[in-house]
């Protein structure tokens, strides 16, 4: 099965999305990048689970439920 999306292209797109598209500011420690880093792997397994999954959708759900926590 090809990858549409790995793990370290969903965390980039991540982190632009959140730091730059909607220019969230947070504090980069610990508990903040597991919690990314996890829900960069959501995004890969979603993404690569699905066919008609659009990634940057995926990735723009994934960071307005980080935002609003």
């Known amino acids: 099965m090809r ?3 790995s793990r370290e292209e969903a ?4 982190l632009t999305h959140i730091v730059v598209e909607r220019q ?3 504090e980069l420690n610990q508990a903040t990048l ?3 880093m996890s829900l ?11 066919d008609g999954l659009i990634p ?3 990735i723009e759900r994934i960071a307005g439920d980080f ?3």
Do not use: G
């Open 3 to 5: 990858r549409r999306l």
């Open 11 to 14: 965390l980039s797109f991540l």
């Open 67 to 69: 935002i609003n926590e």
């Open 34 to 36: 597991f919690r990314i």
């Open 56 to 58: 940057h959708e995926v």
């Open 24 to 26: 969230h500011p947070f």
């Open 40 to 50: 960069a792997a959501e995004a890969e397994a979603a993404v690569n689970r699905e």
